[in-house]
Every structure is written in C-alpha cells, then in structure tokens.
C-alpha cells in the first residue's frame, strides 16, 4: 500500500506554529516582494481569498481581516525537513514529492495492532505532536488513488485507507476529474466536451480510447485508477539538470555596479547550491529583465550563455563568469526588474575532466570556497564574501512582513521567560 502525506496549508500551518494566537484566524503567505496569495488557511479560504491573487489590488476591507506574512523559504524548508525526518521513522520507502508532500510505502504496518487505518492515524498525531504541523493522509494501492485519497481524507478526520474495491469505486465515481494527478487544463477541458466529468467515468473508458487520446502517460494513469501501481517510489533522487537564481528585484536597477553586486551574489548562491549537490557546471546562462508590466518604460530582455573553460563549482570562477555574462548584455538606458542565472550541463564532481590548454585554478579556488561554506555556516551567512558582493542588498525583494527565522538562526529563537 502507497501513502500520500501532506502537510494541510503548509506556509500558513508554519506561520502560525509559533504565533498560537492566530490559530483559527485568516492566515495567508505571499510570494516573492509580497506579490501574491501562495498560501492561504482554511479560514482565509472561507473569506473568499483567492490563490494567486494579487495583494495590491486585494479589497482593503478584506486585507484587515487578514494576518499576512512574506515568504520565508528558509523556515519552510527547516519544518519540512523536520516532517520527512519523522515520517523516515515509519518505514524505509520514502519518496520526497515536494516541499510538503511524501510518498510512503509500508511493508511493516502488518504488524501493528489495530490495522492499517490506526497505524496512519499513529503517524498523523506523531507528526503533529512531535513538529506542530497538521497532515492529511491518503492510502492506496497506487499513487494517483492516493493522491486522491489525500484530498478526500481533508474532508474527514485526516486519513483515508482506500482499501477495498467498494471504498475505491465509491472514491472515483464522485471525484471530479479535473482534480486528477496528472491532468492539467487543458486535458480537463477535452475531458468535460466529451461529457467526462469524473474519475469514475474516465476508468470506465476503454484503456486503447485512453491511450489514443492521452497517449502513455493517461494510459499509466487509467491503470493507476484501476489500482494496479505504474509510477514507482523514487527512493533516489535524480540528479539536478540545472540549478537557477532569479529572484527579481525590490525595485528597478539601471545602476551597472549595482547589477555586479547582484550577479555576485547570485553566483555565490549557484555557487553554495553546487558544491551541497556534489556536483560542477560547464554552462552559465545569464539574463536581465526589465519590467513587461512597465508599458511606461523601454522594455529588453538580453541574454547569453557562456562555456566555462572547464567544470566548476567554485564561487571566484562562478562569481568571475557571471560578471563577464553581464557586461556582455548590460545595456545603459534601461531599468531592470530581474537577474537569472543559470548553472547547466551538470556534471558530478568525480567526473570533472580538465582542459590542457587552460590554466586550471580550480584546486586554490575550491578550497577557498570550502573556507567560505565553513565560515558562513558557522558565524553566519554573508560573514566572508567576494569584494563586489555588497553586504546592504538595498536591491532585494521586498519583504515587508517577515516572520523571524525561528528554527535556523539563534537571534530568532524563541525566549522563554
């Protein structure tokens, strides 16, 4: 049997773990420089919040009624490790789906008293006693059934074990379909033309009708309805194809020594990313954006790729390239919203292969970063940093209603008094 776990309201259930007195009140997380709704509690949802809505142009009435909070990917990352961490103590089949989503295959719950209903209700209290935030969990015999199985589970108690035929024909017949795992909108909308309106009547369809008109992928998923599991646990996790920073600014920059500022950052943070991954780049993709919504002001999107000398992860090279990418695309006049960066052509760090025909620095270099990673994880981020990475990042989004780093930085940490 196949578990799907999920956090209920994940960014709110975190906001409010260490404010008690906004339990039961309208909660909501905005995206990067407070754009829009990500996140909403069940209460905010009632009010008549919408996902995706934009903050700015929300009704005044109704953001008075609301506690807002910006993204804080840091404290959501360090809860959602803490979550997987307590599910890894119920079995060996784990598989990390997202931020707040996992995938759990049971092999020893045959032995626990009470079957396998109490077992999953076992683990939703453990989590939620042990980390504060509160799960849903669905059980079947493959994942799409319990992906569906989780959702439903939100309208009950918090679990349901789709464990018998009845329980699972019950389940399809009055799920729509265009909640289904792996339909997307336009799917969805060929779906209800043809008078497919649920999960049920989609199983119900020939599986060569299926494959004609999804081809494999709906076919996977016609059988998984039928309980027969074609997507397998991923117990190991692929390697990353490529790694990107893009943030966009709190405000527009047209200030070129600005820009290197920035680029030197997000290199460093490219830089941090590659060498956790154990992996080096030979590729670096380097793009400014100015702002598409700014019909006021001369528009640009410049970009290049540059082919690093030899596979990298250290932060001079990153940082040194990055820089060359800019001046490259830089161009005077123009005000911009956005610096990407992107790292591909991924390769592992055993593998690196050097060019004989460069001066290869990379020995000095990796160990100069390794200096910074240890330095900046023990006193701090930002303490050691690269000359042209400005300290002030008066360029950052905005993040007007932050919440404090409660689990990951010790300034931030709860006093008890």
Avoid at 130 to 153: E, F, H, R
Avoid at 268 to 273: D, F, L, Q, V, W
Wanted: glycine share 6%; aromatic share 10%; with cysteine.
């Amino acid at each position: 049997m196949i578990a799907l776990v999920d956090c209920n309201n994940f960014y709110a259930s975190c906001e409010r773990l260490f404010r008690p007195e906004l339990r039961g009140k309208p909660v909501v997380v905005l995206s990067n420089n407070d754009g829009c709704v990500i996140a909403r509690s069940n209460e905010a949802k009632a009010l008549g919040v919408k996902m995706g809505a934009p903050w700015h142009l929300m009704d005044k009435d109704l953001q008075e009624q609301l506690t807002v909070f910006s993204s804080n990917y840091t404290f959501y990352a360090d809860m959602s490790a803490r979550v997987m961490n307590n599910l890894a103590r119920f079995t060996d089949r784990v598989d990390v789906y997202s931020i707040d989503e996992c995938f759990l295959q049971f092999s020893h719950h045959e032995g626990f008293t009470g079957g396998l209903e109490k077992y999953c209700h076992l683990i939703r209290n453990t989590i939620i006693r042990n980390t504060g935030i509160p799960v849903s969990i669905g059980v079947a015999t493959s994942k799409t059934l319990a992906k569906m199985a989780n959702k439903l589970a939100k309208k009950f108690n918090g679990v349901l074990v789709l464990d018998t035929d009845e329980k699972v024909t019950d389940a399809v017949n009055s799920y729509p379909v265009e909640d289904l795992w792996g339909i997307g909108r336009a799917s969805s909308s060929k779906l209800l033309k043809l008078g497919i309106k649920t999960a049920g009547e989609l199983r119900n369809q020939p599986v060569d009708w299926v494959r004609k008109t999804f081809t494999v992928q709906g076919e996977r998923m016609w059988y998984e309805l039928w309980g027969k599991s074609c997507i397998p646990l991923k117990e190991v996790l692929d390697r990353r194809k490529g790694v990107c920073t893009s943030k966009g600014f709190g405000r527009l920059v047209d200030d070129y020594e600005e820009l290197q500022e920035i680029a030197t950052n997000y290199a460093c943070r490219i830089a941090e990313k590659l060498r956790k991954d154990k992996c080096c780049t030979t590729n670096l993709s380097v793009r400014l954006l100015t702002n598409p919504f700014r019909k006021d002001l001369p528009q640009l999107f410049p970009s290049v790729v540059l082919s690093l000398p030899y596979p990298t992860n250290s932060t001079p090279d990153l940082v040194k390239h990055a820089l060359i990418g800019l001046k490259k695309i830089y161009r005077p006049g123009f005000k911009f919203l956005k610096y990407e960066l992107t790292a591909t052509g991924l390769i592992p760090e055993s593998e690196v292969q050097l060019n004989i025909f460069q001066d290869y620095k990379g020995t000095k270099h990796i160990k100069v970063s390794r200096l910074m990673d240890q330095l900046n994880s023990h006193y701090g981020k930002g303490t050691l940093r690269m000359a042209t990475e400005d300290k002030k990042h008066n360029w950052d989004m905005r993040r007007n209603f932050l919440s404090p780093n409660y689990t990951t930085d010790w300034k931030d940490i709860i006093k008890v008094r």
